[in-house]
Each structure stands twice: as structure tokens, then as C-alpha cells.
């Protein structure tokens, strides 16, 4: 598995602590940034790891930000993205299980670093249940097309 990571100065620490965890799983990391708390502009961090996703040069993306709000809402303006804010480890689950979330977003200051690891592990975890569920992603990805129109 690769991993494209990408935080703001807020979740810079956040990010930094992801990166450890999956290092020790074993897992590719491309690090987008940021490398310290000097105040960046989160979109440009979300789109670096969100195209890396819809590219395919990362099978997921994890953002942090103070929230994860605003890195989500980024990252979701790229086609491709289902970035996917997440405080709490049913919704790491379900974000995978029901909506094959490409990309998780954390919020540094809303999630304990200890939570925001066990929320990496579970949404890395837990596969796609197809099914019913892939009837609706589809229905998504079709959203993305009708906004070009």
C-alpha cells in the first residue's frame, strides 16, 4: 500500500505521528508537507495529496488540519477524491466499508493523537463491502461529471 500524506502548520504534529505509524506497518509514504507550524494554506496540501490519490500514485491519502473540515472539502473538489472527515472509529469504518474513502481527514485539535492513530489503523483496515454500495459510488462519481457540464 502507498500513502500520500499532507497537513497545515495546525496538523503538522498530527501528520508527523501518522507517518511513524505507517513506517512501522510497513507502508510506502509520500510526504507532501508541510514540514513545520509556519502558517500554510491547507487547499494547496489537499490537492497535493488528493491528486496523488485520483492519480494513482497513492492508494490513500491522509490530510490533517486543525479540524479535517477544511482538508476534506478540498480534497472532495478533486474527481476521484472521497475524502472523508473522521473523529471517531465507527465513522473510520463505515468511511471505508460504505463509501470507499480514498483519503481520511484528522483534526489536531479536535482529535487526541492516540484516537487520530487508532482511526489511521481502522480506516486503512477495513476493506470496501462492494455490493449495495458500489451502486451509490457510482452515483457519485457521476456528480463529479454533471459539475463539468
Known amino acids: 500500500m ?33 514540514a513545520d507550524e509556519t502558517s500554510v494554506d491547507y487547499p494547496d496540501y489537499a490537492a497535493r495529496v488528493g491528486r496523488a490519490v485520483a492519480g494513482g500514485e497513492a492508494d490513500r491519502g491522509i490530510l490533517a488540519c486543525g479540524t479535517g473540515l477544511g482538508m476534506a472539502i478540498a480534497a472532495n473538489k478533486i474527481d476521484g477524491v472521497r475524502a472523508a472527515p473522521v473523529v471517531d472509529l465507527e465513522s473510520a469504518h463505515l468511511s471505508r466499508e460504505h ?28 476493506p470496501f463491502a462492494g455490493g449495495r454500495h458500489q451502486r451509490r459510488l457510482d452515483k457519485i462519481a457521476a456528480l463529479e461529471h454533471d459539475r463539468h457540464a
Open 2 to 34: 502507498r500513502v500520500a500524506l499532507g497537513a497545515d502548520h495546525a496538523g503538522v504534529h498530527l501528520k508527523d505521528a501518522v507517518r511513524s505509524l505507517l513506517e512501522s506497518r510497513g507502508i510506502e509514504v509520500q510526504d507532501f508537507g508541510t
Open 99 to 126: 463509501n470507499d474513502a480514498n483519503v481520511l481527514a484528522l483534526g489536531a485539535r479536535v482529535t487526541s493523537a492516540d484516537m487520530a492513530l487508532k482511526i489511521v489503523a481502522t480506516f486503512l483496515d477495513t
